[in-house]
């Protein structure tokens, strides 16, 4: 008797939490201390029905989604910093807080010296190789053979492709990676979502890329390959293969996909070049020669910067020159014909 009193009260309880449960908002992903790559992180929250009229999520104190739910699951993307970011997700239902939750999350970035390691208590959390079922119900997790288009540098046409009916019937990863593509300048095989030309879904970690990113560019970038290789200087980040420090390989808001305008991309890691001193060395123009916010005389079109008289690459002349220059003379002349 006593023991179906207690099996009986135990069965309340159970029910009792189970309602509890189903009736608030929880956190699908991401877990705390992550470190991330790029600077989206994709969130997803459960939303039982009104369980919710609002969510918010704030990045550094800073508002960065606000939400109406109208699903079950609430999922959206949040833009990160460099470094250690605060990211706050709220719940509220008439007005009163119903849920709260605050993650660090790292982003790693190969231009600030400070956040080019990922710190002690941050780790790579491995969506794809977890339990992923619940997002199941709604997503399609596993790639298809249309998630690796071919894509040739040579005969591409973005324009032919960027339709977004299109994308969504061919794409797996479309439907909750969409943002990656967002910035204005996409990388080809990104705007065509040929994810699999560089994730490979066989790989451990499951569509971990080959390491160093000269492994994957020029598989496709052979023209490139032969090209720099066969050169006398190659720039120190490109001989050892990283090809990510200064393109992103998906998009960005720089053209090349470049995560930084030319000069502030150049001037990142050569501080002491922005001057322009070291183009006319000790001589009567102390303000040092222009690198930018002037127009290119040679690149038409284009602004005068690091990149008008270096190549970023390689090159066969002295000091990595963008010009078949043998000396400064001869450099000089290529843009100032009077002199
Ligand atoms: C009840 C259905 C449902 C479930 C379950 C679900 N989602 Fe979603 N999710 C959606 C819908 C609908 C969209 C909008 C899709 C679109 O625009 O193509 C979406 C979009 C997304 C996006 C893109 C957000 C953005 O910034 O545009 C991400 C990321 C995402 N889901 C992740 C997840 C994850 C992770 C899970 C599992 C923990 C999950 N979803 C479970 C319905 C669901
Ligand atoms: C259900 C939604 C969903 C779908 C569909 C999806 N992803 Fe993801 N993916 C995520 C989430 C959430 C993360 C966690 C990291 C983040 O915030 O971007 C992630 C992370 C990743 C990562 C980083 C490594 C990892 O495992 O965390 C890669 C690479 C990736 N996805 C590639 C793909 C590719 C390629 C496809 C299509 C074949 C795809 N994803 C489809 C939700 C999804
Ligand atoms: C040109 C090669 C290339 C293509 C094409 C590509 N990626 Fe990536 N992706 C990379 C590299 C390189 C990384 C960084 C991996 C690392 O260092 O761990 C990466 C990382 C990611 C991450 C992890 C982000 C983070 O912050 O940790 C996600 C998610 C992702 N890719 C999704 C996609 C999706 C979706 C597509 C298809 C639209 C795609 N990628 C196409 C090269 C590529
Ligand atoms: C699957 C083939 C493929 C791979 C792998 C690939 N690319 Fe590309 N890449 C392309 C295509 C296609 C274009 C578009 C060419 C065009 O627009 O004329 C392109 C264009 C570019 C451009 C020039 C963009 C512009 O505006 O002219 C850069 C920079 C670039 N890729 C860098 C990279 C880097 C870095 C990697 C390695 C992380 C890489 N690519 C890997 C196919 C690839
Ligand atoms: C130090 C930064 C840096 C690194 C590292 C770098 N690039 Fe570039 N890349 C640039 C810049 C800057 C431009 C644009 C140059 C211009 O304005 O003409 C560019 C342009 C390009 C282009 C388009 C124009 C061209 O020259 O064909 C491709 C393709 C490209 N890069 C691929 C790569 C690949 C592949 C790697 C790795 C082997 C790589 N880049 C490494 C800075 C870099
Ligand atoms: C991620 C850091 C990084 C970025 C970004 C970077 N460089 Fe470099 N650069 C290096 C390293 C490392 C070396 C080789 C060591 C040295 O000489 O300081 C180097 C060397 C050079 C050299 C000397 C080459 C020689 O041996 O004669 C020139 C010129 C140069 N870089 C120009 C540029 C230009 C132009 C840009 C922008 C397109 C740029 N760098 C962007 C790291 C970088
Ligand atoms: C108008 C042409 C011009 C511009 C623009 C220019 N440079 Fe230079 N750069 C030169 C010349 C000429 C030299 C060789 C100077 C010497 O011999 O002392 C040089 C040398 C260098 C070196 C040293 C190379 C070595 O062999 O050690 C680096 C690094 C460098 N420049 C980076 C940059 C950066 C970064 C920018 C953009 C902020 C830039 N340059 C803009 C012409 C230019
Ligand atoms: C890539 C093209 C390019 C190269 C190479 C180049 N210059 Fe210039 N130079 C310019 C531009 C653009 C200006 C700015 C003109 C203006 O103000 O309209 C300029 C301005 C100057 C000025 C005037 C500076 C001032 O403050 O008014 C001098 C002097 C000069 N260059 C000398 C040189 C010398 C010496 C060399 C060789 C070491 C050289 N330039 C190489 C493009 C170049």
């Known amino acids: 008797m006593r023991l179906k009193i207690l099996s009986g009260v135990v069965l309340i309880l159970f029910i009792i939490i189970r309602i509890a449960e189903a009736d608030t908002v929880t956190l699908q992903y991401p877990p705390d201390n992550v470190a991330m790559e790029f600077d989206l992180l994709n969130i997803s929250l459960e939303v039982p029905k009104d369980s919710a009229d609002l969510i918010k999520a704030k990045v550094n104190d800073k508002e960065s989604a606000s939400i109406v739910p109208d699903n079950k699951y609430e999922c959206f993307s949040v833009l990160l910093s460099p470094g250690i970011n ?30 080019i390691k990922i710190p002690a208590g941050f780790k790579k959390d491995y969506f794809h190789m977890g339990d992923n079922s619940r997002c199941a ?18 005969s ?15 794409s797996t990863c479309y439907s909750c990676h969409n943002k990656i593509a967002a910035s204005p300048y996409v990388h080809g095989p990104v705007a065509v979502w040929s994810c699999l030309s560089c994730h490979d879904d066989k790989s451990d970690p499951k569509y971990s890329v080959k390491k160093p990113d000269t492994e994957v ?3 496709c970038h052979i023209e490139q390959k032969t090209d720099w290789q066969s050169k006398k200087v190659i720039h120190g980040p490109v001989t050892l293969g990283k090809c990510t420090i200064c393109h992103s390989p998906h998009s960005s808001n720089y053209p090349f996909n470049l995560y930084k305008a030319t000069w502030d991309l150049c001037v990142n890691c050569h501080a002491d070049r922005g001057s ?22 040679v690149r038409t079109g284009k602004e005068l910067s690091c990149a ?9 002349y002295p000091h990595m020159w963008a010009f ?9 002349r290529k843009c100032h014909t009077d002199k």
């Open 86 to 115: 605060r990211v706050e997700i709220t719940a509220s239902k008439k007005g009163t807080q119903v849920f709260n939750v605050t993650l660090n999350v790292f982003r790693r970035s190969d231009l600030a010296r400070e956040f």
């Open 137 to 154: 119900e709604c997503h399609i997790l596993e790639p298809r053979e249309t998630d690796r288009k071919p894509v040739n540098p040579a």
């Open 156 to 170: 591409f046409i973005a324009e032919a492709f960027d339709k977004e009916a299109v994308i969504r019937a061919t």
């Open 217 to 219: 560019c020029y598989g």
């Open 276 to 297: 322009g001193t070291h183009v006319l060395g000790n001589s009567f123009f102390p303000g040092g020669h222009p690198t930018r916010d002037k127009p290119d005389p």
């Open 308 to 316: 008008s008289c270096h190549n970023p690459h390689a090159s066969d």
């Open 324 to 332: 078949e220059a043998r000396d400064m003379f001869e450099l000089c």
